[in-house]
């Protein structure tokens, strides 16, 4: 089975602290990505990335950045965490290609005061 | 990009009740699927239905791409299938567009 893990459940930061969530799949895929979730919004695409060392924009991308060192892991990055940033945020992996799925982690739930 | 809007936006249904669920998109496009959100916030894709229908057991989903929708059939529902369904779609790009999902509530 594919195993996407997100390094915390649940995270409270404070308005400017750089923050961190981390993500890492054990099925070699090349595609990762990273979404916030916001009700009544449904997913939206903040970055995504094809390789190692390779990133692209999403939909939103404004206050993040994004890591990739190694192929299994993407970072999300907040630079300085703002309070309009506290949602839940989904990291998934897949192969790529017509007719692949992503495979999506539990989610980290931020929530910045 | 491409706009997708789902229907209804809430359901409540009792337990054994049959629902369709909808999704309207805005541009062509060759890559369709079903994901199913647990309470407790896993997701997991339920269809990849680029044409057609399939069936999953109490589930079958049917793509109309010439009229730009897709349907999610649930029969003889349960508690079990409540949560949060999102269709989503790509056209040339690789990512997928999500829609603002449905949330189902099956009582007992």
């Known amino acids: 089975d594919v195993k996407v893990t997100q390094s915390s459940r649940y995270l409270v930061k404070r308005t400017g602290e750089k923050v961190f969530l981390e993500c890492v799949q054990d099925m070699d895929h090349e595609n990762m990505f990273w979404y916030r979730q916001d009700p009544g919004l449904g997913l939206r695409l903040i970055y995504f990335?094809?390789?190692?060392?390779?990133?692209e924009k999403g939909d939103i991308p404004e206050g993040y950045s994004v890591s990739r060192e190694k192929k299994e892991r993407f970072s999300l990055i907040l630079e300085s965490a703002s309070t309009n940033q506290t949602s839940m945020y989904l990291c998934?992996?897949?192969?790529?290609?017509?007719?692949?799925?992503?495979?999506f982690g539990p989610g980290t739930r931020l929530t910045v005061l | 990009g491409i706009q997708v809007e789902q229907s209804p936006p809430d359901l409540i249904l009792q337990e054994g009740a049959n629902s369709t669920l909808r999704c309207n998109f805005s541009d062509s496009v060759n890559n369709l699927q079903w994901f199913h959100q647990n309470p407790w916030g896993q997701l997991i894709n339920l269809f990849y239905?680029?044409?057609g229908t399939k069936q999953n057991g109490r589930l079958s989903a049917t793509t109309v791409a010439t009229e730009r929708y897709i349907l999610l059939y649930i029969s003889s529902s349960q508690t079990t299938d409540s949560g949060v369904y999102f269709c989503a779609v790509s056209g040339s790009a690789r990512q997928l567009t999500f829609g603002s999902g449905t949330q189902l509530t099956v009582l007992p």
């Open positions: 239905i680029p044409s």
């Open positions: 990335s094809y390789d190692v060392k390779m990133k």
């Open positions: 998934a992996s897949g192969r790529g290609g017509a007719g692949d799925t992503q495979y």
